[in-house]
């Protein structure tokens, strides 16, 4: 073979194997942020500032205070469990995994009451194959384009959740994530995996919360940009800072494509096939020198 052609072969083949694409699953973190009523919003203060320019002396503090639940953030199982993990003690394990999105932004356009369903996630495994074990699992409902907007957001303006709408996940298809899949995070473009009133009536009780977070099992929501994502491939991140006694705090949440980091079947898989790639480039580099 001609060795310029080889060389483009090469070239495209390290590209190939070292491909991998960041997705940022967050909002920015500001005063109007949407908050969980009655948490305080987020605020930053200057603590202090130098400008030498002369001197070449830039320097520049400042410190933050926000409540715990609002804008694209984790619940900790100490959130809805006596006793339970603050995030200090959170394993960090617990909030990275092999990612799948589930797509349901059409059935959530038309009825912004939707309930995620058990039927609808076994027709998502039909068409993509089974959600791994130990999965993150990231529903797109198509609300993170209403994150500024209270109104769409929650339909309301008033910060009483006895009156939020907004698509959820149901007892059911959590229950059946949880038992039958085993999976280990939870996360929606939306403000709660669980509804706050059904049909108008105020719920009793959250029960993906209070199940999820009793097997440390952890939460993420209001995830932004979750029509990035690919049905599956990818690796979810939400690592909160260690706060002393919290029960949640804001994350960069974002996800890496080809990222093989893990062991499971499908990033086994992925590292399978990168290390054939290596080899035949690194064969094929042989072959162009000798
Ligand atoms: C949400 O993500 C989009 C796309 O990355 C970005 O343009 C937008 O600023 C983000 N929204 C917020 C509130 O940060």
């Given at each position: 073979?001609?060795?310029?052609?080889?060389?483009?072969?090469?070239?495209?083949?390290?590209?190939a194997g070292a491909?991998?694409?960041?997705?940022?699953?967050?909002?920015?973190?500001?005063?109007?942020?949407?908050?969980?009523?009655?948490?305080?919003?987020?605020?930053?203060?200057?603590?202090?500032?130098?400008?030498?320019?002369?001197?070449?002396?830039?320097?520049?503090?400042?410190?933050?205070?926000t409540g715990e639940?609002?804008?694209?953030?984790?619940?900790?199982?100490?959130?809805?469990?006596?006793?339970?993990?603050?995030?200090?003690?959170?394993?960090?394990?617990?909030?990275?995994?092999?990612?799948?999105?589930?797509?349901?932004?059409?059935?959530?356009?038309?009825?912004?009451?939707?309930?995620?369903?058990?039927?609808?996630?076994?027709?998502?495994?039909?068409?993509?194959?089974?959600?791994?074990?130990?999965?993150?699992?990231?529903?797109?409902?198509?609300?993170?384009?209403?994150?500024?907007?209270?109104?769409?957001?929650?339909?309301?303006?008033?910060?009483?959740?006895?009156?939020?709408?907004?698509?959820?996940?149901?007892?059911?298809?959590?229950?059946?994530?949880?038992?039958?899949?085993?999976?280990?995070?939870?996360?929606?473009?939306?403000?709660?995996?669980?509804?706050?009133?059904?049909?108008?009536?105020?719920?009793?009780?959250?029960?993906?919360?209070?199940?999820?977070?009793?097997?440390?099992?952890?939460?993420?929501?209001?995830?932004?940009?979750?029509?990035?994502?690919?049905?599956?491939?990818?690796?979810?991140?939400?690592?909160?800072?260690?706060?002393?006694?919290?029960?949640?705090?804001?994350?960069?949440?974002?996800?890496?494509?080809?990222?093989?980091?893990?062991?499971?079947?499908?990033?086994?898989?992925?590292?399978?096939?990168?290390?054939?790639?290596?080899?035949?480039?690194?064969?094929?580099?042989?072959?162009?020198?000798?």
């Amino acid at each position: 073979m001609d060795p310029r052609y080889l060389s483009w072969v090469c070239t495209a083949l390290i590209l190939a194997g070292a491909y991998s694409k960041v997705i940022d699953l967050s909002h920015a973190h500001k005063p109007n942020t949407f908050m969980v009523p009655g948490m305080p919003k987020y605020k930053w203060n200057q603590i202090s500032k130098r400008d030498d320019t002369k001197k070449n002396n830039y320097y520049e503090t400042g410190s933050y205070s926000t409540g715990e639940h609002g804008g694209t953030h984790l619940d900790a199982p100490a959130h809805f469990v006596k006793g339970g993990l603050t995030l200090e003690f959170l394993p960090i394990e617990n909030t990275i995994a092999e990612g799948v999105m589930i797509d349901c932004s059409e059935e959530a356009r038309q009825n912004p009451r939707y309930q995620v369903t058990v039927e609808k996630i076994e027709s998502w495994e039909s068409e993509h194959g089974p959600i791994p074990q130990q999965a993150a699992v990231i529903f797109n409902f198509g609300w993170f384009k209403f994150f500024d907007d209270p109104v769409k957001f929650v339909g309301t303006s008033a910060a009483i959740t006895d009156n939020f709408v907004f698509p959820t996940i149901s007892e059911e298809a959590g229950e059946f994530l949880l038992r039958q899949r085993d999976i280990k995070i939870i996360g929606a473009d939306v403000m709660s995996p669980d509804p706050f009133t059904i049909k108008g009536v105020q719920v009793d009780g959250m029960p993906i919360h209070q199940r999820y977070l009793a097997r440390n099992r952890v939460i993420v929501e209001n995830l932004n940009a979750t029509d990035q994502l690919p049905p599956r491939g990818f690796r979810f991140y939400a690592s909160p800072v260690k706060f002393h006694q919290s029960t949640g705090a804001q994350v960069r949440a974002f996800a890496v494509i080809g990222d093989s980091t893990g062991g499971n079947s499908a990033s086994a898989w992925n590292g399978a096939a990168t290390t054939v790639i290596s080899l035949v480039t690194v064969a094929l580099l042989a072959a162009l020198v000798y």
